[in-house]
């Protein structure tokens, strides 16, 4: 996703209470009149988080999306984007109806439309929706004549707004394409109501969460099943791992057939991987995956959980990226404890 080049071209604000605590809700009268200048800078900053955000979700609703209050928003508001203050009160309003957690934070809620969008080469428009909660204590320093005066104020960093929204202009009838951010890690209900509660959402299937799967059940196969079924040593259960990374590393697809034979080699380990996946498939109402485009953001993030490491009671750790024949494992009898043997070329 491209942000460099997007126009942020209406923006509304409100103030969402928390209506268990006894909060208010303040709308505003308009829209915000804002310079070019200024629409910059809040594009820049209201945009940033978005570019660590891969996961893509769609609106949702279990009887039709026709329910779901913030897809109906949305999907009018990009009808005509001079509705953008109706619809911004509307979502202000239902925001408000659904903080009855006592630990929903009150906040401003900012509603933008932007466009010039570059996805996948497609040029998009997007309604974004920010809630800030957490205020910050700045301070300004004003020059009066030849002296300096201190003024402290209140306000909301944007760069850093606690929740944020992007509703991208493509999918209407399949609850369009979203990405999310919230600040609120957890499972609590005051957590997932961003999510839940005000948007109505579930994750979309894309080549990110197709990859990143895919690599989890491998190591969970690897690390929990294998070595219940087969004889193998740590360094073999190793040697899968960094077979499979590099697979993933090396293609641009993934071809499942490819990839048993690649990396797993013999039939009879192949035919365990595919009863284990069939298995955590049915477990995790998961549907099969034959072949997808790989996400070297996934890659990436799954590289930093596949450690390729023998761990040797509380005194070594040794990391394997390579040949696994330049390790050998054994049992001195005399001492009584077990041993790795490795060659190298060269010490650094």
């Known amino acids: 996703m491209i942000f460099t080049e997007a126009i942020i071209d209406r923006l509304s604000v409100h103030y969402t209470g928390n209506k268990q605590n006894g909060g208010a809700l303040l709308l505003s009268k308009g829209e915000q009149e804002l310079n070019n200048e200024a629409k910059e800078k809040l594009r820049v900053a209201l945009l940033a988080r978005f570019s660590n955000c891969h996961e893509r979700y769609a609106f949702y609703h279990n009887s039709s999306l026709e329910y779901n209050e913030v897809y109906t928003f949305a999907r009018a508001l990009f009808r005509d984007r001079g509705t953008l203050y109706d619809q911004s009160v509307r979502m202000a309003s239902h925001l408000f109806e659904v903080s009855l957690h006592p630990k929903i934070k009150p906040g401003e809620l900012y509603v933008g439309y ?24 700045f301070a300004d320093c004003i020059p009066v004549e030849d002296d300096l005066n201190l003024q402290l104020k209140e306000g909301v960093e944007l760069a850093r707004v606690d929740k944020g929204c992007l509703i991208l202009n493509r999918g209407e009838e399949q609850g369009y394409e979203l990405l999310i951010f919230d600040s609120a890690n957890g499972k ?14 579930l994750i979309r299937q894309n080549e990110f969460l197709q990859t990143q799967g895919f690599l989890t059940l491998t190591k969970n196969y690897v690390t929990q099943q294998l070595p219940g079924e087969f004889e193998v040593s740590k360094t073999e259960q190793i040697d899968i791992l960094n077979r499979s ?68 009671d509380r005194n070594f750790h040794i990391y394997v990226h390579g040949d696994r024949e330049l390790i050998e494992k054994g049992y001195d009898e005399a001492i009584g404890k077990h041993y790795y043997k490795i060659y190298f070329d060269q010490e650094s």
């Open 245 to 312: 990374m590099d697979y993933f590393k090396t293609h641009g697809n993934f071809d499942r057939d490819e990839f048993e034979t690649e990396v797993l080699h013999h039939d009879d380990l192949i035919q365990s991987f595919r009863n284990y996946d069939e298995q955590y498939r049915k477990n995790n109402d998961l549907q099969p995956m034959e072949s997808f485009e790989i996400s070297s953001h996934a890659v990436k993030k799954q590289a930093r959980v596949f450690k390729s490491v023998i761990k040797l």
């Open 188 to 201: 609590g209900e005051e957590a997932q109501f961003w999510k839940d509660k005000f948007l109505g959402v």
């Open 114 to 137: 932007f466009s010039n969008l570059l996805d996948d080469e497609t040029v998009l428009e997007a309604i974004g929706i920010f809630k800030a909660e957490t205020r910050t204590l």
